[in-house]
């Protein structure tokens, strides 16, 4: 059994027997991602690609949670340090100021779509493994996979539509049809992995202390398969998920997700959160709603 390993600031990528595993590693933070966190993301799925031993890529979160988001207190000071540093040594992301033109905010999330999709664009075919919360980004995340495995228990939404815009990565219509696609996003409400495999916006949900197995046996499988026969297949299905629009898509899900940025709702959340601290605009985001769980 041949092991390889290596970590960065935010992230675990190893390599064994074919598979290679890349751990979103921020669990203090319930994985929160951030600019760098994506960029770093990008480097080990274009290297897994990019290496022959390499047949599948399963990626997971560490700690309780598979990711909850992104981190907007993080996000939003390097945006503040970058605007007053005298060089130009940051990610130029970091420049584009969360509430500035149409444009700032478009060209900003167009720099974490594109680093997310790298997931689609690589030859090899990724898992993401789902446990805990995986919640707005961390949607954005698990559903550009090509297949995605939870929990039976995990939590899986977009509770950032209550009041601040809509999933700037958008694969629930193509994975569930438009109904459930409606029902999850109109809401907010989050979905139970068991009902979420109902659904089909997950392939199947199986008990916690099984995932890891379930996961394992579906890479292992994949690992038989010569890697080009897994790109020609894995290629196929996206080339026909791009006829029906699904690149373009992601093009208009940035700019419509900007424009709920523009609403009324959202300059309340983000002054709330400016003024009181983000639990604060979080419990007045979603305590009107209660406890809603699909399927518990």
């Given at each position: 059994m041949h092991k390889w390993l290596r970590s960065t600031e935010s992230i675990i990528f190893e390599i064994s027997d074919g598979i290679a595993t890349i751990t979103l590693n921020r669990p203090q933070k319930r994985n929160a991602l951030t600019r760098p966190m994506l960029a770093e993301l990008r480097q080990a799925l274009m290297e897994a690609d990019d290496r022959k031993a390499v047949r599948c890529v399963v990626l997971q979160g560490a700690g309780p949670d598979f990711c909850s988001g992104y981190d907007m207190l993080q996000n939003y000071e390097m945006r503040e340090g970058a605007r007053q540093a005298d060089g130009f040594d940051h990610d130029p992301a970091l420049y584009r100021a969360p509430v500035g033109t149409i444009d700032d905010d478009v060209w900003r999330i167009e720099r974490n779509q594109a680093d997310i999709l790298t997931m689609c664009d690589i030859h090899k075919p990724v898992i993401a493994k789902i446990h805990g919360h995986c919640v707005n980004g961390g949607t954005d995340l698990a559903l550009m996979a090509d297949i995605i495995i939870a929990a039976d228990d995990a939590r899986i939404g977009f509770p950032a539509v209550r009041a601040q815009g809509s999933p700037p990565c958008h694969m629930w219509t193509y994975l569930v049809g438009p109904q459930w696609a409606k029902r999850l996003l109109l809401t907010g409400d989050l979905i139970l992995g068991r009902e979420a495999a109902r659904i089909g916006l997950v392939?199947?949900?199986?008990?916690?202390?099984?995932?890891?197995?379930?996961?394992?046996?579906?890479?292992?499988?994949?690992?038989?398969?010569?890697?080009?026969?897994?790109?020609?297949?894995?290629?196929?299905?996206?080339?026909?998920?791009?006829?029906?629009?699904?690149?373009?898509?992601?093009?208009?899900?940035?700019?419509?997700?900007?424009?709920?940025?523009?609403?009324?709702?959202?300059?309340?959340?983000?002054?709330?959160?400016?003024?009181?601290?983000?639990?604060?605009?979080?419990?007045?985001?979603?305590?009107?709603f209660g406890k809603s769980i699909i399927g518990e």
């Open positions: 392939l199947a949900a199986v008990a916690p202390a099984q995932l890891d197995e379930e996961v394992a046996r579906l890479a292992s499988r994949m690992a038989l398969i010569d890697a080009d026969i897994l790109a020609c297949n894995k290629r196929t299905v996206n080339i026909a998920m791009e006829l029906m629009g699904s690149r373009m898509l992601q093009r208009l899900a940035a700019e419509t997700d900007v424009r709920g940025h523009l609403a009324q709702s959202n300059r309340e959340f983000l002054r709330r959160f400016a003024d009181e601290g983000l639990g604060a605009a979080f419990r007045a985001r979603d305590e009107p």
